[in-house]
């Protein structure tokens, strides 16, 4: 995850940075699912497969700039496998959980096996047509999710400069990259921060994201509950069937189904009276949620940073 920078929000719009993130993490979650033909828990071990072959390169002072390039990708060679094991843990699954559905990117060709018994991502992936679009596509989404982080006032703070005119120019395929390891982090704040399995936390983001969707595409009321103390009030939530969760997350019912019971036992949301489930006012004025709140505005700030060192600056 990247390091904490300071949020420079001019009033405090985070929990409107929240609901922001939200749809554009449920929007890029179709994207990946859709182009892989699969559902989103298995997307997301895909993700995170790549982001573990390569994160050693990423580490490397100036080895993006040498593998994002247009057209450019790391070698084979350079790919490191990762275990079944560590990537349950990352995703925090159960490790019979996240051996099937590696079992399922074996059998469409989306990962192999490499040195040490773990899974590497296949560099002939890249040019399926499907997978194409889908790089087009997420560059889209991230412009737009940028953009509209810039219109709340959530725009780059200032930082090193370039070193070359290379790393000032528009580089897509880091953007793209960004994106991703953003998407990652967004499953690793949510599920930590509130001690819940991949798909607990799946749930519960759609299930906040559908309540309140109406409010983050109004702008008197996203601007009238932007701030982190500005809550709102359980008469605006609209409720979400379990089915609907199920379709947008392309999960079976029955896992669905189950999920959202154990999210009911948790306390974390409740039913309505059609049926559906929301998340309550009191839930969201928790103090760890505020924190919650808090620290994704500075992982999206960081975001933000990091898409105008790959050359997308909004102002």
């Known amino acids: 995850m990247p390091d904490p920078v300071a949020p420079t929000f001019p009033p405090d719009v985070r929990r409107h940075v929240v609901r922001l993130a939200g749809d554009f993490f449920l929007k890029s979650a179709r994207i990946i699912s859709t182009a892989i ?42 790919r490191r496998p990762v275990s079944v094991y560590a990537i349950a843990r990352e995703l925090r699954l ?25 899974v590497v991502f296949p560099p002939e992936v ?28 959530l725009v780059a703070t200032p930082g090193p400069a370039p070193d070359s005119a290379v790393s000032a120019a528009f580089r897509p395929r880091e953007v793209v990259r960004l994106s991703s390891d953003y998407f ?86 409740e039913r309505a009276s059609d049926r559906g489930l929301v998340v309550p006012t009191h839930v969201h004025a928790r103090e760890d949620f505020k924190a919650s709140v808090e620290a994704y505005g500075r992982v999206t700030q960081a975001f933000v940073n990091a898409l105008a060192q790959a050359g997308l600056v909004l102002s």
Do not use: W
Request: overall charge negative; proline content about 6%; charged content about 25%.
């Open 94 to 118: 159960p490790y019979e959980t996240a051996r099937r559905h590696v079992s399922k990117l074996l059998a469409k060709g989306l990962c192999e096996r490499g040195g040490d018994g773990g």
């Open 184 to 269: 990652l982090n967004t499953v690793e704040l949510l599920t930590s921060n509130l001690d819940l399995d991949l798909v607990e936390g799946l749930m519960f983001l759609a299930i906040v994201r559908a309540n309140t969707l109406h409010v983050t595409r109004d702008p008197v009321l996203a601007a009238t509950y932007s701030g982190v103390d500005e809550i709102p009030p359980d008469a605006l939530r609209r409720s979400v069937s379990v089915y609907a969760l199920a379709r947008d997350l392309r999960l079976p019912y029955e896992t669905a189904r189950r999920h959202g019971r154990k999210l009911l036992d948790l306390g974390l949301c």
């Open 37 to 78: 033909d699969t559902d989103l828990v298995t997307g997301m071990i895909f993700l995170a497969i790549v982001r573990a072959n390569v994160r050693h390169l990423l580490e490397e002072p100036g080895a993006a700039l040498d593998y994002f390039e247009p057209g450019d990708a790391p070698p084979e060679a350079f």
């Open 126 to 153: 890249n040019d399926r047509p499907e997978v194409r679009q889908a790089v087009v596509t997420n560059l889209d989404a991230t412009v737009r999710y940028a953009r509209a982080l810039a219109d709340v006032g």
